[in-house]
């Protein structure tokens, strides 16, 4: 079966971004697609410190909770990537997730992986594109296939403003976002 993480890089719990993340994973759900939802507010994640020790061994020296996400990772078969706004890009927490990922850039992990991105702010122009932007050349860098949300909205991905719960495009980008995933996943792995 297939399997879609959606990783939340958000310091709150509960908060907007995950909001729309949880949307877009249930609409996944409903086509015979495993989900699971990886939140990092919890999780205990130290910088990259640069050492290079994952280019001979494929794994971080590190003993932290980015072992075992690093799997989860690994193993998905698409991956939605997500970040609130901070100051026009991605949280430190999803940019210290994002350093920590590249052992599985020597090992091409990403290849065949279909991969998304959801950025919430507090105004409808508020960076979401451009923290979209940045989580797709980790993507891009990862050698993934980036989705944006489907047709009829059509752009970066998913974006939300404010309260997501109450915003219609959020809403709308989530579901379309899901779609575009499902398609994409479905056709790779006919």
Sequence with gaps: ??????????????????????????????????????????????????????????KCVIDDDMQELTDKVKEADGVIMSSPVYFGDMTGLAKTFIDRLRPLRN?????????????????????????????????LIQGAIVVGDDRPTAHYGATGVGNTSEDDIAHTTSIHLANRMVDVLKKINE
Excluded: W
């Design 1 to 58: 079966m297939l399997k879609v993480v959606g990783i939340v890089g958000s310091p709150r719990n509960n908060g907007n971004t995950e909001y729309m993340v949880k949307e877009c994973l249930e609409h996944i759900s409903k086509n015979d697609i495993q989900v699971e939802l990886i939140t990092l507010h919890d999780k205990n994640i130290n910088f990259c410190i640069g050492c290079d020790g994952c280019k001979s061994t494929n």
């Design 107 to 139: 090992i091409h992990a990403f290849k065949y992986k279909v991969c998304g991105a959801i950025s919430t702010g507090g105004f409808r122009n508020g960076g979401q594109e451009s923290t979209i932007a940045s989580i797709h050349d980790f993507f």
